[in-house]
């Protein structure tokens, strides 16, 4: 068995996708719409493992979790983009383009190398090794 895809509900589609594009290389599939119920995706592909599905449908309530905190539930996103010299590029780059940098980079407990950050949408992710 296999993780094939998570999901993420999001207000601005094309935004979304485009920072998951630009920012960590995924490859879009073509957007699906379904005009019956209002649906919109988009599949990103990261060369390899599960992909990620970006959803819009009018009326979704927006979250009120604090994105800063911890709760329970699917909590982030992990990106591995390869080495410890990439993960501080990548680091470097969203400071200066003015992303939300929440913790790092630094080293975990467990071994992982990693900084977290927010998309566009307040969706934690773990840029790691």
Same mark, same amino acid.
């Given at each position: 068995?296999?993780?094939?895809?998570?999901?993420?509900?999001?207000?601005?589609?094309?935004?979304?996708?485009?920072? =998951?594009?630009?920012?960590? &290389?995924?490859? +879009?599939?073509?957007p699906y719409? %379904?005009?019956?119920?209002?649906?919109? /995706? =988009?599949?990103?592909s990261f &060369?390899?493992? +599960?992909?990620?599905?970006?959803? %819009?449908?009018?009326?979704?309530?927006? /979250?009120?979790?604090?994105?800063?905190?911890?709760?329970?539930?699917?909590?982030?996103?992990?990106?591995?983009?390869?080495?410890?010299?990439?993960?501080?590029?990548?680091?470097?780059?969203?400071?200066?383009?003015?992303?939300?940098?929440?913790?790092?980079?630094?080293?975990?407990?467990?071994?992982?190398?990693?900084?977290?950050?927010?998309?566009?949408?307040?969706?934690?992710?773990?840029?790691?090794?």
């Amino acid at each position: 068995m296999k993780i094939e895809h998570v999901a993420i509900w999001t207000t601005d589609l094309e935004a979304i996708k485009d920072f =998951y594009v630009e920012r960590f &290389g995924a490859t +879009a599939s073509a957007p699906y719409r %379904n005009e019956n119920k209002g649906f919109s /995706s =988009y599949f990103l592909s990261f &060369g390899g493992g +599960a992909r990620l599905e970006l959803m %819009n449908k009018p009326g979704i309530p927006a /979250s009120r979790d604090d994105p800063h905190l911890q709760r329970l539930g699917l909590i982030h996103l992990a990106i591995s983009v390869g080495s410890k010299d990439a993960v501080d590029r990548h680091h470097a780059r969203s400071v200066a383009d003015g992303l939300c940098v929440v913790d790092g980079p630094r080293w975990t407990g467990d071994g992982y190398y990693e900084y977290v950050l927010l998309d566009p949408e307040d969706n934690r992710i773990e840029v790691t090794i």
